[in-house]
């Protein structure tokens, strides 16, 4: 099992949201904390089962600008 974080900015999420949320609908996994900081950052954790998946989603949600992501093993 492993966690994908990813954080990204309020201005970020303004332009993203949609896109990150497909790309998110991708993989096999569940979405277990999303915050909502007072200054719009976004905090994000993904529980997702397969290695290569959680490479895969972390390496594409980088791609989106304002996005950075890691990922560890639970």
């Known amino acids: ?9 309020g201005q970020a999420w303004k332009i993203y ?10 993989y096999t996994g569940d979405c ?3 915050k909502k900081m007072p ?3 976004r905090i994000m954790a993904y529980k997702i089962e ?4 959680a490479e895969s ?6 791609k989106f600008v304002g996005f950075m992501a890691d ?3 639970l």
């Not at 099992?1 to 900015?9: A, G, K």
């Not at 949201?17 to 991708?26: I, V």
């Open 1 to 9: 099992m492993w966690q994908v974080n990813i954080t990204c900015s």
């Open 17 to 26: 949201a949609t896109e990150f949320k497909a790309l998110a609908d991708k």
């Open 32 to 34: 277990i904390t999303s």
């Open 39 to 41: 200054d719009g950052k």
């Open 50 to 53: 397969d290695v290569s998946d």
């Open 57 to 62: 989603f972390q390496e594409e949600c980088q």
């Open 71 to 73: 990922f560890e093993s």
